[in-house]
């Protein structure tokens, strides 16, 4: 009973997470106004990060016979994964009510998908990582095509459910010949078979190359990086903001938990795995983002491109590496946040503003939405003093220790040339005559975040150690 008691305790923020998305759905179909399920959603975030930072301890728990873990790192990332949530929900509001999409089942499956990614950060073991994974994909496919009249999201969501389910097949396929092999699926004691026996054993070697496979998928990284682009541009963009920011928090918490924890002694084996998918991620990201006249796919193949970056910082091995790739999942998501927010802002009824031709002369139109756009483009091009500079130099400072020299060129290479389809939209917005002249509405609440998280960006690319610290003691304390 008390061990029972225990287990409830350390996953009380996943539990009021699952209790508040079931109330949520049953009350979506009886309140009349819905701004009451957006309070409610928002309430949830809030307590399941209270009790977050409530139930923290510097010492690793274990519930549920180990199957779960509590401990820095899992708090770390919750945390970022429920204030990435809460923000989406503020950046989104106006945009879902001027769509009809301003239901509770929309609030209710983001929860469950929240839900997901929380379990995917806590999994000690690999079911429960399936389990969490599972929960978060079923709930996103669903939100892509929330959207049902539109026959864009529908194609969209069909091409994400398919490929999705092939990936989840062959991450699931990897830790069944994990498990047959080790005769376990709890990580920790996979790492421990694998230090007492010979790891170049072909089938483990094979289960690894499926594992991999499987969470490239889920990053989007190359050469599983198709469904990206028409997921971006098919959804609805408050449905992509969602897709592109909080749950690669999750993707980078499962590599850590499979790669760095559990398949440590396989390390020479998936690093070359790594280093090919991240320097091609970065190539073909960047050079196919060049041609893209859609907002929301040229932010796709930029998103391929950061996630090349993100795979440096992994492939180092080292825990130094290991943490400037959280410091940069961090910097991504705070510009992804910002950059599909800046889209939100600038749709109306009836309009998206999803083409690059859409920014033509918005310094004229709204000097303050220029600039927090610049600032975004900035960081993402990685032009110091901003975060994204930083981040970039972290992880290749990281890979140039663990001498991968040649990779780090290239990378620097194709960040010069990245830097083009960043900059281009500055050109459009400062030198280009608009060819919109509505007006740009929003509600307080999002104005006053929106430039926050832009101006984070500016801040934490001056002041980064802060950031910097907590990634790197979060990593330090939970892979020993």
């Known amino acids: 009973m008390q061990n029972f008691q225990i287990d409830l305790i350390t996953a009380l923020p996943e539990l009021i997470v699952l209790f508040m998305a079931m109330l949520i759905l049953l009350m979506g179909l009886f309140a009349k106004n819905k701004i009451i399920i957006?309070?409610?959603?928002?309430?949830?975030l809030f307590a399941a990060a209270f009790?977050?930072?409530g139930t923290h301890t510097s010492a690793v728990g274990y519930a549920f016979s180990g199957m779960f873990?509590?401990?820095?790192?899992?708090?770390?990332?919750?945390?970022?994964?429920?204030?990435?949530?809460?923000?989406?929900?503020?950046?989104?509001?106006?945009?879902?009510?001027?769509?009809?999409m301003f239901r509770g089942e929309y609030y209710a499956l983001v929860l469950f998908a929240v839900l997901g990614m929380m379990i995917m950060v806590s999994g000690q073991s690999m079911l429960t990582i399936y389990m969490g994974l599972e929960l978060l994909s079923l709930c996103l496919y669903s939100l892509v095509a929330l959207d049902r009249d539109n026959a864009k999201s529908s194609e969209a969501a069909m091409k994400y459910f398919v490929l999705g389910a092939l990936a989840s097949g062959m991450l699931l396929y990897g830790m069944s010949m994990v498990y047959?092999?080790?005769?376990?699926l709890n990580i920790a004691q996979i790492?421990?078979?694998l230090q007492e026996t010979s790891p170049k054993n072909p089938v483990m070697i094979l289960g690894l190359v499926f594992i991999v496979a499987g969470l490239a998928f889920k990053f989007g990284a190359v050469p599983f990086q198709m469904w990206v682009p028409d997921v971006y541009q098919g959804a609805p963009t408050s449905i992509t903001l969602l897709i592109g920011s909080v749950p690669k928090f999750a993707a980078f918490a499962i590599a850590i938990r499979l790669l760095a924890q559990g398949l440590q002694p396989m390390?020479?084996?998936?690093?070359?795995?790594?280093?090919?998918?991240?320097?091609?991620?970065?190539?073909?990201?960047?050079?196919?983002?060049?041609?893209q006249t859609n907002l929301k796919r040229m932010l796709a193949y930029s998103t391929i491109s950061h996630i090349g970056f993100l795979l440096f910082g992994l492939m180092s091995g080292s825990l130094n590496g290991y943490a400037s790739s959280m410091f940069y999942i961090s910097a991504y998501v705070l510009m992804t946040l910002s950059g599909f927010g800046m889209i939100l802002l600038l749709s109306r009824k009836g309009f998206e503003a999803e083409n690059l031709d859409d920014l033509k002369g918005l310094s004229q139109r709204s000097p303050w939405a220029a600039m927090l756009m610049l600032i975004t483009m900035f960081s993402m091009a990685g032009v110091p003093?901003?975060?994204?500079?930083?981040?970039?130099?972290?992880?290749l400072q990281a890979a140039l220790q663990a001498g991968y020299i040649w990779a780090v060129v290239l990378a620097v290479l194709m960040a010069v040339i990245g830097a083009f389809y960043y900059l281009r939209i500055v050109k459009l917005m400062y030198f280009d005559a608009p060819q919109d002249h509505a007006a740009i509405t929003a509600p307080m609440d999002m104005k006053?975040?929106?430039?926050?998280?832009?101006f984070a960006l500016l801040a934490l690319g001056l002041m980064p150690q802060t950031l910097m610290n907590i990634c790197a003691a979060a990593i330090a304390r939970s892979i020993q």
């Open 38 to 44: 957006y309070g409610l959603a928002q309430f949830t």
């Open 385 to 395: 003093p901003t975060i994204g500079f930083y981040a970039k130099f972290t992880v």
């Open 448 to 454: 006053l975040i929106l430039s926050f998280n832009a």
């Open 191 to 193: 790492t421990q078979v």
């Open 51 to 53: 009790f977050t930072v």
């Open 180 to 184: 047959g092999m080790t005769g376990s």
């Open 69 to 100: 873990v509590d401990d820095t790192l899992a708090d770390v990332l919750k945390l970022m994964i429920l204030l990435g949530s809460s923000v989406m929900f503020v950046y989104t509001r106006q945009y879902m009510q001027l769509r009809n």
């Open 267 to 291: 390390v020479a084996d998936w690093q070359g795995m790594l280093l090919i998918m991240a320097v091609m991620s970065i190539a073909i990201g960047n050079i196919s983002a060049i041609a």
